[in-house]
Structures are given as C-alpha cells and as structure tokens.
C-alpha cells in the first residue's frame, strides 16, 4: 500500500482527528518556539487536519499558511475544516515540493517527516524553498532513542526512517541547515496510571510508558539556513 492510500484511508475514518488530538500534547510546544512573525509564510508539510497552520494563525498572525499532505483525502478534510483564505491545502510529494525557490520563511513538520521516500533529499527540498535565515521545525516520535516506537513500523505498510539524533544532526548539515537545536520535549499531558494498574493492553510497566512520553517524548530538530 502507498503513503497515498494508506493515509486516504485513514481521512476516510476520521482518523486524522484523532492524529491532531494526540499530537497536540507537544506539537503546541513546538510552535511556541518557532519565531514566526506576522505576515510571515509557512508551509507544514504532512499537514494532516491542517491544526498547526489554524494555530499560526490566531496566535502569529502568519501571513500565508500552505498546508501540504501526499493524501488527496487528507487535504480535502483539512480543508473543510479551515475557515481562513490565508490558508491553502496542496497534494504533493515531499520529494518534489509543490513551493517556489526563497519563498517560504517558515516550515513546520510533525510526525511525518519519516514517512518520505529519501528524506535526505526532502532536507535539500526545504532548503530550497526557505529564505536566508528561514527555519525547519521538525518534530517526530519515531526515532531511534525511543525504544517504544521501533515497533511501530510492524503495524503500518509504509516504509519508516528511523534515525537517531545524530543522524538527524548530520542530514541537516549536509542539507545546508545550520542546526540551531535539537531538543526532547515531554508529554506530560497523557495520563500515566499508578504501578499497580500495570500491565495494561499496551504497556507492560509504568516505568516502560514514563521513558516513552515523559523522557523521550517528540524530538525537535531545527534547522536554520544560512
């Protein structure tokens, strides 16, 4: 199965909200840090229910927000749930990014990035399309130091890239990014029940389900360009 069908499917269910609701936990902190100002333009790429773009809004005022997503029926319900025409939806290929070259000062990914083809080359595609001195937010789950998440590629048809943070570090670099920072932000809004409730359906302890949202949680690179 393709990324397409995979995710069209997934819109199709309604999964995409729920997607927003879990991602929100650290993805709100992701964008506090970004230093959007007003009238600034920013491209979130796997843009999912487009949330992220719908909060730049209110709470940066941002000039142009496109929203790209490989699955025709992602865009469409992120879309139809956006009421804003400084807001746009694109289908494309993170190989081949929709957006003219020094045009965007402002790109935000959370949990997609893994899912392209050669992301390596996806890093030079951002590259291409930020103006000097834009930046890259990336933000993922599923990374090597998470030990929770090397399972995850069993349950999904998409081939994943599972890099570790140095790998991430270093494919900045040889994308032309200076990487400002790399940090790991907690969820600290996911319940975690008392020991005595463990195992459960997904954890056999509380100690296994601390590491993987309180201490590795979504690990946020950011890249700069020169």
Known sequence: MSAREEFDSWAAEGRDKGMEDRHWHTAKHVLARMPVEAGETVVDLGTGSGYALRALRETADIGRGYGLDGAPEMARNAASYTDDDAIGFLVGDFDA????DNSVDHVFSMEAFYYARDPSHTLEEIRRILRPGGTFYCAVN????????????????IEMTRWNRAEYREAFRDAGLHVAEQDTIADREIDIPPAEAFPTDDWETRAAMVDRYRTWGTLLTVGVTP
Do not use: G, R
Not at 97 to 100: E, H, K, N, Q
Not at 142 to 157: R, V
């Open 142 to 157: 599923y990374y090597e130091e998470n030990e929770a998440s090397h399972t995850w590629q069993d349950n999904i048809a």
């Open 97 to 100: 990014l929709p957006v003219a």
